[in-house]
Nanobody, 122 residues
Framework: QVQLVESGGGLVQAGGSLRLSCAAS????????MGWFRQASGKEREFVGG????????KYADSVKGRFTIVRDNAKNTVYLQMNSLKPEDTAVYYC???????????????WGQGTQVTVSS
């Protein structure tokens, strides 16, 4: 089992950047595929992207491709979401999640953090 805690959210102007962190407990962090999701008010949760256990494989939603980057540091049990060129429509609660297996697709995530709010002002 793994426990996840996100941090780094906040208020930023459009065009700005933020880096979210997700710290994981447990000795098996490096074996999990990690993902980021977001949920805007009144909308369904949306897959943002995922990263394989080694960091060698990534997948991103079309809406963030080229602007967001996911990296992980297995030595620190942490995965990061670097968000650049932020837009008001990126405003949401951002969640990190973990799953077993090698697929970086959006399904199968079992463990979830509590979320961190990102607000992008226009």
């Amino acid at each position: 089992q793994v426990q996840l805690v996100e941090s780094g959210g906040g208020l930023v102007q459009a065009g700005g950047s933020l880096r979210l962190s997700c710290a994981a407990s447990g000795r098996t962090f490096s074996s999990y595929t990690m993902g980021w999701f977001r949920q805007a008010s009144g909308k369904e949760r949306e897959f943002v992207g995922g990263i394989s256990w080694s960091g060698g494989s990534n997948k991103y939603a079309d809406s963030v491709k080229g602007r967001f980057t996911i990296v992980r540091d297995n030595a620190k049990n942490t995965v990061y979401l670097q968000m650049n060129s932020l837009k008001p429509e990126d405003t949401a609660v951002y969640y990190c999640a973990a799953k077993s297996g090698a697929s970086v697709m959006s399904d199968g995530y079992r463990y979830w953090g509590q979320g961190t709010q990102v607000t992008v002002s226009s």
